[in-house]
């Protein structure tokens, strides 16, 4: 089997588990009955992302990718990459339900498409293609910011939560045994982007992989989060869209930097064009 068709082996099947749990999520009440009404709401609003965005963005990336567009292979990169973490939550924070088996093989799809992804790539060509104005310190900096900032939010919550004896509060009365974003981001996802900027500092050919792709992961993620946000608002559980601009923020400087380091990707002998034509069709889904 050949590579490219690999990638369409996993890509369709990820689409459709994923508009399947999220149709339900949104739709079906039965699927969130046993969350708090918070938490419940935040779901949702990420199934509406994960069915009208992030849906048609891995479709796209997955098939541009298939056919061979390189600027298409970091935007799906980051697209399963952020699949991964999204149902790594699902599977093991939401409360058993109906669609377990389904959130049991979109981890396993994307967890697999992910390695798939990078056993078939050769780093070392694809650092040659940037020039030298690649803004490699910038993004290494945009990576460092990052985990300090949510590392240190999610230890403020920890940390007196240890010293007291108790739990954080984002979990209280959820029935969970851990919040599960902080043990994704904690031990692997802020670590990642460390070891990320550590490799762009150094020009290494690693970060020329790692970096556009977790930039997409930024992105898709703050979309999701303003999406939660927005629907704790818009049901009346919060009043506060702060936050939502935060995370609009968030996204909205991912694609600045990702737009940026791309465009200085250089493919064969004419600079900019693959760029041009994956990049537009992502640009315009938002």
């Given at each position: ?45 990420q ?16 098939w541009m990718?298939?056919?061979g567009?390189?600027?298409a292979?970091?935007i ?25 088996l ?12 992910t ?15 940037y020039?030298?104005k690649?803004?490699?310190?910038t993004?290494?900096?945009?990576f ?28 209280e009365g ?77 996204a ?35």
């Open positions: 089997m050949k590579h490219g068709t690999l990638i369409l082996f996993f890509t369709f099947p990820l689409a459709v588990f994923i508009a399947i749990a999220s149709y339900a999520g949104i739709f079906l009440p039965s699927t969130y009955a046993r969350e708090t009404l918070s938490y419940a709401t935040q779901g949702i609003g199934d509406a992302v994960n069915l009208f965005f992030i849906v048609p963005v891995l479709l796209i990336s997955g990718t298939y056919s567009n390189k600027m292979r970091y799906y990169g980051g697209t399963i990459i952020y699949i991964a973490y999204t149902y790594i939550i699902y599977a093991v924070g939401v409360h058993f339900n109906s669609l377990f389904a959130y049991c093989a979109i981890l396993g799809l994307s967890v697999y498409a390695i798939v992804l990078f056993a078939t790539t050769d780093a070392n060509p694809i650092k040659d293609m020039d030298e690649a803004p490699v310190r993004v290494g900096i945009f460092l910011f990052m985990a300090v900032l949510f590392s240190s939010l999610w230890l403020r919550e920890i940390i007196p939560a240890l010293m007291a004896g108790g739990v954080p509060k984002s979990i959820t029935g969970l045994l851990v919040n599960p974003v902080h043990v994704l981001d904690l031990s692997i996802f802020l670590p990642g982007l460390v070891v990320a900027a550590i490799l762009l500092f150094k020009k290494h050919a690693l970060g020329f992989i790692l970096a556009p792709m977790l930039l997409v992961f930024c992105v898709l993620m703050g979309v999701a989060l303003w999406g939660m946000v927005v629907a704790l608002v818009v049901n009346g559980v919060s009043e506060d869209m702060t936050v939502a601009w935060v995370f609009a923020g968030i909205a400087i991912s694609t600045t930097f990702l737009v940026m380091f791309l465009t200085h990707m250089h493919v064969g002998k004419e600079p900019g064009k693959v760029l041009h034509a994956s990049l537009n069709v992502t640009l315009n889904l938002r």
